[in-house]
């Protein structure tokens, strides 16, 4: 399934709009939910809870899962795509098709920052446009569909959104420094101070766990990533922020 890009609608702030929204989204997404009210909390952050105390639940949990719906999704496509490839390789790739710019890029790309539903407060200070909102929702929408669906009709929805990997793989190569590369990009205008991560313990028993990072220019998110200690996740995160800033 390949999918069509459309450009973006406006939020929305009565009921119709809301109905409309949902209903245009779904059309994106050549899917009809069979219970909308999945995909309507896919698309609640939970600034949204404060100005309306009666909705109970935000988008966090769904995007726990759908993030673990994603990482399966792009493990079994990159498996089968590149028989030769050792983990490490995998691994990279799937950061680079799975890091919070690009997954927030796909976000706009199928007009979810019109249908956010956030708190007055939130909206007031930019939170419609806010990457990691952005982000977060995308996520959510994936467990919607999964919940509302099945696995395969998941993956082919979000293998459908995504395209041909090859394409958005290209030059998307095994890095073994990652954060050095980075740096070397960014110092000559920023400094050599301006990069910042941010990881923490994510999942996982002292014997198995994973961690998150995150890697910022000053307050500018670049990428996230993960792996199984602090430095891997730093290292997927620096090659997701390098595959979203693309060739100089």
Known sequence: MRFLWRPAFCKF????????????????LAYPFRNVKLLELALTHPSYL???????ESNQRMEFLGDAVLQLVLTEALFQLYPD???GALSQRRAALSNGVFL?????DL????GLRLSAGEEQTGGRARSSSLEDAFEALIGALFLDSDFPTARRIVLGILGPLPDRLSGVQPDENPKGRLQERVQPVHGNQALRYESAHVA?????REYEARVFLKDRLLGSGRGTSKKLAEEAAARAALSALGPL
């Open 50 to 56: 404060q100005d309306h105390p009666e909705e109970l």
């Open 85 to 87: 490839d050792r983990e």
């Open 104 to 108: 927030a890029k796909l976000a706009r």
């Open 111 to 114: 007009g979810l920052d019109a």
């Open 204 to 208: 996982g028993q002292d014997h198995a």
């Open 13 to 28: 702030s009565t009921v119709t709009d809301s109905v409309h929204t949902l209903a245009a989204l779904q059309s994106r």
